[in-house]
């Protein structure tokens, strides 16, 4: 993923793998913001997140997940 740290949109990568969804989560874990991505997507419009450290959890359709820490401008 990319920028990071983020300003308005973070970019990412897929890789051609299937998703299910992506979480964005809080220092705390808290869930944020939750969607279900497509492989055309490759973006987050993060705008309305306050400045701050955070997670993206991002789910796989086989159940495995990745977790990524990045930082809001």
Do not use: W
Request: charged share 25%; glycine share 6%; net charge positive.
């Amino acid at each position: 993923m990319y920028p990071n740290p983020v300003k308005n949109k973070l970019h990412f990568d897929l890789k051609g793998y299937s998703t299910e969804k992506i979480n964005v989560l809080s220092i705390v874990g808290a869930s944020i913001f939750e969607t279900e991505v497509s492989r055309q997507q490759n973006f987050l419009d993060l705008s309305f997140l306050k400045p701050g450290v955070y997670f993206l959890k991002t789910t796989y359709q086989d159940g495995d997940a990745t977790i990524s820490r990045f930082i809001k401008e």
